[in-house]
C-alpha cells in the first residue's frame, strides 16, 4: 500500500518538474525557465553560474517559448560612455608665495570631472585645490588638497579629480612649501564620463597564490566562475601610507604555450600632505573578459616592503539577454553546447522595440540538467595516453610524482630548464610507452638561485671591485640579479660578465647586463639589482664596480632568478610516468589538448614534482658537459695527437734510403 503511494507521489513530482517542458533539444546540456507574465520587450539577466557553463562568447544560448518554437534575442553588456581628454590652451601659471597658480579657461561646453597636469619633474608629492566660476568673481570649492605625485621608480598621480560640471573657468592651486615648485609643461582635461545605469556585480575572489619577488609581488586569485567580464579590481590592505603600481595578467593559449597576457594597469595609493586626512585609491580599473577562473596581479613594490593585502573584490559587468514576448508564459534558457555556431537572426522588428527601451523585467529559474542531453560524439572527452612513442633518441629523463588523480601542474627544475630545448619542443611526457599530451606554461614568477660566492682581491690602488659568484650548472636562464647594499649614499656604474673562449681559444669577457645603482638619503632601500640580456652560457659570473676614488661598497645576500616554466596534463597516479628532455632534432609535438585549453586552467590543479635525473644517452664525447671552450681545446690536442701518430706510421712506411 504505502509503495503504491510512494510511487504515485513520486510521478507527480516527476511530473510537476517536466510536464510542463517541452521536448528541448538534446545537443543543449542545460536549461532554465523564465514565466513572463506580460507580452512586450523582455529584459533578463544572465546569472553567473549561466555564463559559467556557457560557452566564452555565449554563442550557445538559445530562447524557446512554450510552444517549442526558438525565439530571436539580443545580449546588452552595459558600459559607460568614456570621456574624452583634450588639452588645454588658454592658461596662465604664475608662482608666487611658496605656490603655484594656475588659471584656466576651459572653452569647453560639456561637463567635466578632473584635470591632469603634465610635468618633467622627477620625484615630488604636492597638495593641489582646485576652485571653479563663471565670472571670475566668485569662487568655489571642487576639491581640497588632494594629492598629486611622482616617485623616483616610475609611481605617478598627476589627476586630480572633482564633482562633474560645466565650469567655464577653473583655478588650481598647487602647495610649494613642502619642496620647490615643480615646472609645469601642459593641462588635459577630461569631460566626465557616462556612467551605466546598471551596477556591477560585486565578487569576493580567493587569494590561492601569493609569491614574493625583489621589487614585486605576484597575487592570483581565484574567480567562483569563468567568462566573466571584469570592470575594476579593489585590494584592501590596512597599510597607513603606501603607492602601488599595480598590473594585472590573465592567462591565455598563445602558439601552442599558455602565457600571461597584459590585460591593465592602475596605481594604488594612501597618501597624506603635512599630517591632513590620508587620500586614497585602492581601485585598479579593468576591462577584459577573463575566459578562466584564475587573474594575476603583480604589485611593484620598488625598494618598500610588500604590502599586507587583506581581501580583494573584483567587479563584473551585468549581461542581459533581451527577447519580445509576443504571449504570455513560461520561456526556456538553453546553454552548454560546444559545437553549434552563433546564431544569426533577423530581429530589425526587435530592434524598435529595443530604441523605445521600455522593458519587461523577468526572473529566470536555477540550472537544470537537460535529461535528454547527448554528448557530442566529435569532440570524445580528454584522455590521459596519447600516440606511442620511442624515446632513444632523448638524453636525459626524470621520473614525476603524482599525488592525485586530476590536472596536474608540474614546475620545470634547474636540470630540465639547462638540458631542453630553449622552446621546449622536447619535453615528452611518457607513461607505458605512450606520450601524455601537455601544455607548456610560461609563467612571471622569479625563483630564487643563491650562489657560492667569492670576493675577489684587487689591489687598493684599484678602482674596481669584483665578485665571483658560481652556479649550480652552466647556461641556467637567469634574467635577474640582485644584492644588499649597506651604504647610504653612492653612485656606482655596475656590470656582469662571464669568461668565454673565442674560435682562436682566447678569453673575452662576454657582457651579460649593466646598471647604474644610486641611492640618497632620503631613500630606505637596500636591494639593487641588473637584469640580464642574455642567458649565461657558463657557470661562472662576475660582477664588478666601478668605485672612482669612492671606498668599495659592502654587499651581501647575493641572489640570481629565473622565471618559472610549467606543465599542464591530465593524469592519475602512477610509478611508471617520466619526463624526457634534451632531443634538439625532434619537432614541437601537436595535442588535441589545445581545444580545452581554457578548461585546463579554470580546473584545480595537482602538484606533481620530478625526481632526479637520469643520463640515457650521452652522445658523443664532444657533447659532454663541461666547461666553455674546454671542448675546443681538447678537439685540437686530440687532432695534433692523431696528426703526429700518422707522421710516425708513414715515416715508418718509407723505404731507409729516402
Known sequence: MYKKIFCGVFILFLFAIYGNTIELPVN???????????????????????IDVSRENLEDIRIFNSAGSEIPYSLFIPAKIEGTERTA???????????????????????????????????????????SSSDQKEWYTLAKDKPIFRQYYGIEHLRVEFPKGSYKYLKIFLDDRRKDAIPITGLSVHSASQESIYPDDKIEADIIEKIESPGQTRIVIKLPVKNLRLSKIVMDTAESLFTRQVSILTRTLLQGEIKEVYSGQGTIYRVSVEGKTPFENIIVPVSTQVKSREIILVINNGNSPPL????????????????????TGTFYLLTGNQLVSAPKYDISELNEYLRKAKFLSAQIGRIITNPKYKPPETLPELGELGSPIDVSDWKYRKAVILSDAGIQKLELDIDVLVHADGTMKDLRLVKDGKQIPYIVERTSILRNLPPAVTNIHVEKKSMVSKWLFTLPQKSIPIVYFSCNIGESIFRRDVSLYEEVLDSRGAIYNRYLGNAVWTKIPKQDNTAFTISLNSIPLTDKIFLEIQNGDNPPLTLSNFQFYY???RILFKSSPNNNTCLYYGNNEVANPKYDIDLVANEILSADKKNASLEKEEILNPGSWWELPVQSGITRVIFWIVMVLVVLVLLVVIAKLLPKNS
Open 308 to 327: 599586507d593585502i587583506k581581501k580583494i573584490s573584483v567587479f563584473v559587468k551585468p549581461v542581459f539577454i533581451r527577447f519580445l514576448a509576443e504571449a
Open 89 to 131: 590652451q588658454d592658461y596662465k601659471i604664475t608662482v608666487r608665495d611658496l605656490q603655484t597658480v594656475i588659471d584656466i579657461k576651459t572653452g569647453i561646453s560639456e561637463q567635466i570631472d578632473s584635470i591632469a597636469i603634465v610635468t618633467p619633474a622627477n620625484e615630488f608629492l604636492k597638495p593641489v585645490s582646485v576652485f
Open 28 to 50: 543543449w546540456q542545460y536549461f532554465q525557465d523564465s514565466y513572463v507574465k506580460n507580452t512586450g520587450l523582455v529584459s533578463v539577466k544572465i546569472p553567473s553560474d549561466t
Open 563 to 565: 622565471p618559472v616554466t
